[in-house]
């Protein structure tokens, strides 16, 4: 195993690939072989494309060969969440009812990645179709955190966040309609961005419009910020085909190399309203004053949202409910049975989250909207004044597998939803990622930089200097 090649990161790689001083079969053989070495520690990959990836890096390096220009990404090892598709390979999305369905074409920014020289080498453990903020399902079992793989590594891009953190890849994308890019990137240690809702196309169908309430982005997630931009840079843009689409607004990697002299950052831990641990609080501090010392002002401001956390996790899941609802829609049009004879077929928690739960009324999920737009209203506020917020990304570090905690710094919470502080950004559609902010008890926490509407840029130049400043790659399991 080469562990030199493994640990390098997706900027390197590509620099090394079209300089000729490294051989895309080369990198692509050391990632499979710490995959087939690793993986059943944190049980990231539910498929691993040796076959695929073996022809992609071949077809990189011939191409180099006869004097093609190489891609921004050429030779990448990229790993994707096993929600979105990759043609001719299995998308199971964490359900037994699609644990054989094999993609026709690559979802978009698959194509994009692709198209760029990444070679992707296989698909990312996820919680049945996504809906849950740790990640087990029926087909590939439960996900750990690479720091601690008794522990979870969040969801729903846990796959994802422990491949990288674990240097199984140096890319996995993520999506995020509630956190899930954001979640397991604070338990896993690695840096993830939520995009301005829109910037990455996210085609859906039959429903082409599902994506908007609450508002789900796909985005990059990388071990260095630097490759977040990169891989951003290759998947934002139009897309014909999805009706929310935005043109990129700038090269995302040369935000990277910026300043931040002159930049003002709110801080509040806990946005004034959500439980956090007191040793979160303290090791989100000490990386906010790192920021302080790299040039920004820093000023403790807390956002008045216009309600109480457990109203907003409410309006939440009034909106969400009634997305996942037509998940099941979907399912009877493509002729499975989930409330009949299928039902037995789906995790016990979907059926409780979604199926056995009352439907909201239309009045009620207008009233959500309400709520919603108060959210909305107090972050834009709160953006007149400041250029970014600061906050945690979870209230608590990962906690075992099966143990979700019911009450964080003294405050009973939903044991399943109460301790994470990433859905306001959902609500909003606002740019919102999680840095690794440093580790309390040897375990990984996450802070939160979110900016107003295309603001993406300032969120990856703020967090490129906490990274320069507080560099945390030697962290990282070997």
């Not at 390979?89 to 369905?101: A, H, I, K």
């Not at 809906?131 to 008794?150: E, H, W």
């Not at 599902?210 to 796909?218: D, G, I, K, L, R």
């Not at 831990?269 to 007191?278: A, E, F, K, L, R």
Request: hydrophobic share 40%; aromatic share 6%; glycine share 10%.
């Amino acid at each position: 195993m080469n562990v030199r090649i493994t640990a390098l990161s997706a900027a390197s790689i590509a620099r090394g690939v079209g300089e000729g001083r490294l051989s895309p079969t080369e990198v692509l053989e050391a990632h499979l072989e710490r995959i087939h070495d690793r993986n059943d520690r944190t049980n990231a990959f539910v498929t691993v494309t040796e076959e695929l990836a073996r022809e992609m890096a071949a077809d990189v390096e011939a191409a180099i060969a006869q004097g093609d220009p190489p891609g921004p990404l050429a030779g990448v090892p990229v790993a994707i969440k096993d929600l979105a598709d990759v043609e001719d390979v299995r998308t199971t999305s964490g359900s037994l009812l699609f644990e054989d369905r094999v993609a026709d074409a690559d979802s978009p920014f698959v194509a994009r990645l692709r198209a760029a020289g990444a070679v992707v080498v296989g698909k990312t453990n996820t919680p049945e179709f996504g809906l849950g903020t740790t990640t087990d399902n029926r087909v590939a079992g439960p996900t750990g955190s690479p720091f601690d793989p008794d522990r979870v590594s969040g969801g729903s891009s846990g796959g994802a966040a422990a491949a990288l953190g674990d240097s199984l890849v140096p890319l996995a994308p993520g999506s995020d309609a509630g956190g899930s890019i954001r979640i397991p990137a604070s338990f896993c240690g690695v840096y993830g961005l939520k995009p301005t809702y829109g910037l990455v196309p996210n085609v859906g169908r039959p429903n082409a419009f599902a994506s908007h309430t609450p508002f789900s982005h796909v985005g990059p997630m990388a071990r260095t910020v630097e490759d977040a931009a990169l891989s951003l840079d290759v998947m934002a843009g139009a897309h014909p085909r999805d009706p929310f689409s935005l043109p990129a607004t700038e090269t995302y990697r040369s935000a990277v190399d910026r300043p931040i002299d002159g930049m003002t950052i709110a801080y509040s831990p806990d946005m004034g309203t959500y439980p956090v641990d007191p040793g979160v609080r303290r090791t989100i501090e000490d990386a906010v004053g790192a920021l302080e010392r790299a040039g920004a002002t820093v000023e403790a401001v807390d956002p008045d949202l216009g309600h109480d956390a457990e109203t907003i996790v409410e309006a939440y899941y009034t909106m969400a409910t009634v997305r996942w609802g037509s998940l099941f829609d979907d399912l009877e049009r493509q002729g499975f049975d989930p409330y009949g004879e299928d039902r037995d077929r789906l995790r016990p928690y979907i059926v409780e989250l979604v199926m056995d739960a009352e439907e909201p009324t239309s009045r009620e999920y207008k009233r959500a909207d309400v709520i919603r737009t108060d959210v909305f209203d107090g972050l834009v506020d709160l953006f007149a004044e400041y250029d970014l917020l600061a906050t945690a990304a979870v209230g608590t570090t990962p906690f075992p597998h099966g143990e979700e905690p019911s009450r964080i710094d003294g405050v009973e919470v939903d044991p399943y939803r109460g301790w994470l502080l990433s859905q306001p950004f959902n609500f909003t559609g606002q740019p919102a990622a999680s840095i690794p902010a440093g580790f309390l008890d040897g375990l990984p926490v996450g802070l939160q930089l979110a900016g107003p509407r295309l603001a993406d840029a300032d969120v990856l130049t703020a967090s490129a200097a906490l990274e320069r400043r507080r560099p945390w790659h030697d962290r990282y399991p070997t």
